[in-house]
Every structure is written in structure tokens, then in C-alpha cells.
């Protein structure tokens, strides 16, 4: 567990706003994910979801696992939309139409919906400055229709789309650094979280929600399904991912890093990769390859934070 | 409470696949996928709900006396409390059919 004792657990909010009843594959660390950060965020909240996984399985007809207004929107559209709610809303209020209250104006996607297909829109919204929070549930592939590479899919990994096999290593391209694109678009507030931590997880989302203008979440949701791990240690492997600096916890806030968890010690980064189906075609010799550029991006990464 | 499912037709669907009844999702009892279900020993239980804080199904209840165990009406049988339990009273058996 991050920074508490395991007490803590119990002072999280109860209210499910996320339901029971979805139809997320077992041990799915982004159902989870989404769960916590519905938990942080609370009913005053409106969600535009791009389609994906999350989308699928919480909203089959006629039932929806959410608590608050929900939209599923086209693929590439959930920061558009969120764009024109936020907006509207405001708009609406200004003229007395709609009693004024804070909203916490959402748009959700996986790492396909951002990385790739809905990036443009993203980029707009972020650049327009709407106060909206935007939450990429990284699973690091499209894992909704079959596991294909996304460009967040990180390089060695097998997907049906980047097969492992005598000539091919898996993915053959390094992970799309998302959070820095948002943070080249010199928003308020960026941050990485991880359920694994989900307290770190939960003040993120609350440091999101607080600030005006455009906040940017990333959060590495362990599939079992696609990464081939067995249900129960989803949250093992994102631990894991943390700890070996693979996927560092840190946040962005007007300008300034702060590493917000440091590992220690810092594992090495077999201990993540072994064990996972996706990866287990690679030799030792790649496995080096990955330990030393997590050590230099972590590197650059504490250099960032240091220099605050 | 909603209606349950199989109760629901075509031409009570709403203009633009819309859902007005929020959390209906509970009527689907995924329950019924679990093939392994946990089991909470609960003289070794401390209470501190950490089971409860990771299922991503939310299928971990509180009774009123304080006790955690698995809600079997939405378990999956995913093992994630099991595993992450810290004093480890959480086992994993295979369900009677
Ligand atoms: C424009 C468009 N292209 C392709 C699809 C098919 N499609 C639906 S979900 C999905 C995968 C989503 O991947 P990601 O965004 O990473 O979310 P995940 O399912 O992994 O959570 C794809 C390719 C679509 N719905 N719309
Ligand atoms: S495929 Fe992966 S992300 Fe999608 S529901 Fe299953 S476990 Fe979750
Ligand atoms: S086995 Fe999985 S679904 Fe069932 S209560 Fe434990 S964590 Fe939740
Ligand atoms: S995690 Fe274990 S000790 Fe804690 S409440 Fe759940 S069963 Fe009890
Ligand atoms: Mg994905």
C-alpha cells in the first residue's frame, strides 16, 4: 500500500458510482481504476466515454453500471464533447437557466482513444483551456476488439497486431510518452496513478477536479487479459511497474514535477516483465535493453522533479 | 429497483439507446461467472477492508458488525482480495455446482 496504513482503506468514500454488474473480464485493474476515480470524483460529475473496454462493458442495453450522466461517444470524441458540455453548461448557468454549481466535467478513454485516434480532439480541448479533466486508462493496447498494438503498447510486447515470432520481437516501437504531450500543452495539472496505489490514485483525481482549466490523468490499468497474467495479480503487476520505474508516479502542477512516490528499492525490471505472457519471448539480452532505458528515463524523470 | 432484464423489450428501449434508471447494471448478477470463491476466515480478519478497496467488481460488503466478506451475487472469483489480503485469511476454494 502507498503512504497509509492499510486502515485507511476505510476511510474511502462508500458510494459505489460505478456499479456491481459490469461486464469487465475478471481481475481487470481498469474497472478497478475507473471505480476509484468515480469514488474520488463524486455524483457531481458528467462522463463523455470514447469507446473501448470501459465503454462496452459498463453501458450493455438496457442497463448501465453508472451513477451519474454518462455519454458514449464516437472513438475519437469523448474530449470534444466534453468540450461542448462544459461549455454549454457554463453558458447556461451564466444566464441563470441552470443553478450555478461546480461540475467536474470528464471525458474517458483508453490509450487507443488517446494515443492514436482521439488525440487531435484532445489536443484541441486541452489548447481551448476548458475546465475538464481528462482520464486515459493506459492498458497499453486496443484491447476491446482482440489486443492490437496501440502506439502505447510498450516495445517487445506480443499483440495480435505486433506477433511475437522468429523475425519479429513483439512491438518494435518504444511507448508514446502521453503525459508529456499533455504537459506540452502547458495545462494546470498532469499526473500518472496506478490503482495499485490508490490512494496516490484518489489525490490526483482530487487535484485534477480542484483546479481550473484543463487537467490530464494517465493511469496504468493492468489487463489480465491482454497481458496474459493470471486475474489475480493485476495489481501485483502495477505495483510491480512502479516499483521498477517502468511507470514512475508523478504529477505536473503549473509548471513544476514532483515524483510523488518513490521506489525503494527500485526493483529491477525483470521482476515486472518476467511472468507476463505478452513478454515472454524476450531473451535477457532485451531485457537489458529495457532496464537501461527505464533507468534513463527515470533519470531524466528525477532530474525534472529536482530541478521542481 | 429496476426490472429484472429478460423483462425488458425492444419497445421499452428509450430514444437514443438511452438508460434513465442509473446503476441497473446490478440487475445483471455476474456472479454466475465464478468458478472459485473467496472465503474470509474471520477470526484472522483485522477489519481493515483493503479486500474491499481492490475488487475491481465492488462485490467486497461490509455487515454491520464490521465484517468483510465477498458479495456472491456479483463475485467473478477474480482472487485479487485473496491475494492482496495483508494477514492473508482470505482463501480461495472451488465452488460446489
Ligand atoms: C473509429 C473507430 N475505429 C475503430 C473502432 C473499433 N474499436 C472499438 S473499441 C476499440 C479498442 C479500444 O482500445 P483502447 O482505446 O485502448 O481501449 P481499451 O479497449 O483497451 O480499454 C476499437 C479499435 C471504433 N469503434 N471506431
Ligand atoms: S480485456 Fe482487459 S481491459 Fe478489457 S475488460 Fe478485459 S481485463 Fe479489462
Ligand atoms: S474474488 Fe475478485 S471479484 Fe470476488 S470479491 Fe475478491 S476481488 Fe472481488
Ligand atoms: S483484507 Fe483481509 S484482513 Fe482486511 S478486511 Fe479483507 S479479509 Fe479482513
Ligand atoms: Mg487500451
New interface residues.
Given amino acids: ?1 502507498d503512504k497509509f496504513s ?2 485507511s ?2 476511510l ?1 468514500e462508500k458510494d ?1 458510482l ?7 473480464c ?4 481498469e ?2 481504476a475507473v ?1 476509484l476515480v468515480m469514488k474520488a470524483l463524486g455524483r457531481n460529475t458528467i462522463v463523455a466515454m470514447a469507446t473501448g473496454c470501459m465503454e462496452i462493458i ?2 450493455p ?8 450522466p454518462w455519454i458514449h461517444v464516437a472513438f475519437e470524441n469523448s474530449s470534444a464533447v466534453i468540450s461542448g458540455c462544459e461549455s454549454g453548461m457554463k453558458a447556461m448557468m451564466r444566464k441563470g437557466k441552470l443553478p450555478a454549481k461546480k461540475i467536474n466535467f470528464v471525458a474517458m478513454g483508453g490509450d487507443g482513444a488517446t494515443a492514436d485516434i482521439g488525440m487531435g480532439q484532445l489536443s484541441g480541448a486541452m489548447e481551448r483551456g476548458h475546465d475538464m479533466i481528462y482520464v486515459c486508462y493506459d492498458n497499453e493496447a486496443y484491447m476491446n476488439t482482440g489486443i492490437q498494438r496501440s502506439s502505447a503498447t510498450p516495445w517487445g510486447a506480443s499483440t495480435t497486431t505486433s506477433p511475437a515470432g522468429k523475425i519479429s520481437k513483439g512491438q518494435f516501437t518504444q511507448k508514446k510518452d502521453m503525459p508529456k504531450i499533455a504537459i506540452a500543452h502547458n495545462i494546470p495539472y498532469v499526473a500518472t496513478a496506478c ?1 495499485s496505489f ?1 490512494f496516490d490514485l484518489m489525490e490526483k483525481v482530487e487535484k485534477a477536479a480542484a483546479i481550473e482549466g484543463p487537467a490530464y490523468l494517465h493511469i496504468l490499468s493492468v489487463c ?1 487479459t491482454g497481458w496474459r497474467i ?7 503487476y502495477g505495483r510491480l511497474a512502479v516499483n521498477t520505474c517502468v511507470f514512475p508516479l508523478y504529477e505536473y502542477e503549473y509548471g513544476k514535477y514532483n515524483l510523488t512516490y518513490r521506489p525503494h528499492p527500485i526493483l529491477p525490471v525483470k521482476e515486472y516483465i518476467q511472468g507476463q505472457g505478452r513478454f515472454r519471448h524476450l531473451t535477457p539480452e532485451d531485457i537489458d535493453s529495457i532496464q537501461e532505458r527505464t533507468r534513463t528515463e527515470y533519470e531524466k524523470l528525477l532530474k525534472l522533479s529536482e530541478e521542481g | 429497483m429496476a426490472r429484472p432484464i429478460e423483462e425488458i423489450k425492444w419497445q421499452d428501449l428509450e430514444m437514443g439507446a438511452a438508460v434513465s434508471e442509473r446503476g441497473s447494471a446490478r440487475e445483471y448478477k455476474t456472479g454466475s461467472w465464478r468458478s472459485l470463491q473467496p472465503v474470509v476466515d474471520q477470526d484472522q480478519c483485522i477489519r481493515c477492508g483493503v479486500c474491499w478497496l481492490f475488487c475491481p467488481d465492488a462485490a467486497i460488503k461490509r455487515s454491520e458488525d464490521g465484517s468483510f466478506e465477498a458479495d456472491l451475487e456479483y463475485c467473478k472469483g477474480c482472487g485479487i482480495c485473496a491475494r492482496e489480503c495483508p494477514v492473508g485469511c482470505i482463501s480461495v476454494v472451488i465452488e460446489e455446482v
Fill in positions: 500500500m492499510v486502515f482503506a476505510r474511502v459505489e460505478f456499479t456491481s454488474g459490469h461486464r469487465a475478471q481481475g481487470c485493474a474497472a478497478l471505480r459498463s453501458s442495453l438496457p442497463t448501465t453500471a453508472w451513477q451519474v490503482p490508490p489480465p493470471p486475474s489475480e495479480e493485476a495489481i501485483k
